[in-house]
């Protein structure tokens, strides 16, 4: 389905061009009415890459930039590179060199991943930490990636994405209070897989990017339009269609305005990432 009316963004969506769909499910987004994607790093593990030192991240990040610009020339949807170290990988990289050397190795990773956003190739960073229970080493390395991370999106101007545990109310007022701490405006920061607390997030002025799983977005759009949709697509073979397959936000979206009409899918789909991101989001 070719949609001429409203732009419709996939604010978190994995492509991998080696072992996936690749194009062929960006394809998918397209015919049922998608426009945009933010593009996101697949973990390195997932494109066999073994991480031994900062400058091997270079690999994951120009791999992201090449999909994305495969996406730009080959289909009728943009795609904007969202680069990111996911923070699972903080985990195995400690196993073989320990909790600091391997933060060492991520800090460096966003080193040269910020300056791809920096030459406008890029135009966000994704971190955070893993959203599962780990040790007390683990947590704190990862918080204080993490706010490495919010400083250097801070001094150079870039917003960031995070993956980290389920989004609660207090997932929210730790995380608003490490930004603080690195000097970075919370409205810069956009909690992936997110749930519908719409209002709670804007209590601390964090942008939810909410999975499109069933009632995810009807829970949300009672509370307002000051969030993103996403799918979380992995484009992973061996788990076909996970998280949510790249039909899903255009094809939610099409049902919703039925009931919503337009206008809130204008802020969610263009208004809102336009503002997060400095882009512009317009249908080509």
């Excluded at 080193?111 to 994704?126: G, M, N, Q």
Aim: some cysteine; glycine content about 6%; proline content about 5%.
């Amino acid at each position: 389905m070719k949609n001429d009316a409203f732009p419709i963004t996939d604010n978190h969506i994995h492509i991998d061009l080696k072992q996936g769909k690749g194009l062929e499910a960006v394809y998918e987004f397209e015919r049922s009415g998608g426009t945009h994607m933010f593009l996101v790093s697949l973990p390195s593990r997932h494109l066999g890459f073994d991480i031994k030192s900062a400058d091997d991240y270079k690999l994951l990040f120009d791999e992201t930039l090449r999909v994305s610009n495969k996406i730009n020339e080959e289909t009728g949807v943009v795609s904007f590179p969202v680069l990111g170290i996911h923070p699972v990988e903080i985990i195995g990289l400690s196993e073989k060199y320990g909790i600091e050397n391997a933060k060492e190795i991520i800090c460096k990773g966003f080193d040269i991943a910020s300056s791809y956003v920096v030459e406008k190739e890029a135009v966000a960073l994704k971190t955070g930490r893993p959203h599962f229970e780990t040790n007390q080493g683990i947590k704190n390395a990862s918080n204080e990636i993490m706010s490495y991370v919010f400083s250097l999106a801070h001094e150079k101007k870039f917003p960031v994405q995070l993956h980290v545990e389920e989004m609660t109310e207090n997932s929210l007022n730790d995380i608003a209070r490490i930004a603080k701490n690195a000097k970075l405006s919370p409205e810069k920061i956009i909690n992936h897989h997110a749930t519908p607390l719409v209002k709670e997030a804007e209590k601390y002025g964090i942008y939810p990017s909410i999975t499109c799983g069933k009632d995810m977005i009807e829970t949300a759009i009672e509370s307002g339009t000051r969030f993103l949709m996403e799918t979380d697509y992995v484009d992973d073979p061996v788990r076909p269609g996970f998280v949510l397959g790249p039909k899903t936000v255009p094809k939610r979206t099409l049902k919703l305005v039925e009931k919503y009409e337009a206008e809130p899918f204008w802020k969610i789909h263009k208004e809102i990432p336009e503002k997060i991101y400095d882009v512009e989001i317009e249908i080509k």
